[in-house]
């Protein structure tokens, strides 16, 4: 009860949703990304608020099949992930869709553009089992 709360959980979230908007409670716990987009909108923006912490950050993953390793489809996956965090696309991505800046996106832009003393990337030009435990 560190919030004083009497949590009831639903059957699915569209019914967490339609309680919260129809007045048949008091708050929402859901996906804070969910949760921003719903308060861009006028019927929840107006009435509505995220007032309490995002409490569990779960970063974004990638999954290929084994059968992938060291294809050019891996290799394809591996650049275009670089490439996000290097370039700040995702951080981007948050800006456009008016989500506030992640800290796995801050975090993730800052260190892979990190350089050594010798001028390269501390976490290198690909992903692969040799890119710093930091930079995954």
């Not at 569209?14 to 987009?37: E, K, P, W």
């Not at 390269?120 to 890119?131: H, I, Q, S, V």
Request: with cysteine.
């Amino acid at each position: 009860m560190k919030y004083g709360i009497n949590l009831v959980a639903l059957y699915n979230n569209q019914a967490s949703i339609n309680a919260l908007g129809d007045g048949r409670c008091d708050g929402l716990l859901y996906d804070d990304t969910n949760i921003v987009a719903l308060l861009q909108t006028t019927r929840w923006s107006s009435d509505h608020e995220m007032r309490l912490p995002t409490l569990y950050v779960t970063p974004w993953s990638i999954a290929l099949r084994s059968q992938e390793h060291g294809s050019a489809f891996e290799r394809l996956i591996s650049d275009a992930i670089v490439d996000w965090h290097r370039t700040g696309q995702l951080l981007e991505l948050e800006r456009h869709w008016k989500i506030p800046a992640s800290s796995f996106a801050l975090k993730h832009n800052q260190i892979w553009n990190q350089k050594k003393t010798d001028g390269t990337y501390f976490c290198g030009e690909k992903l692969n089992p040799d890119t710093p435990k930091e930079c995954r």
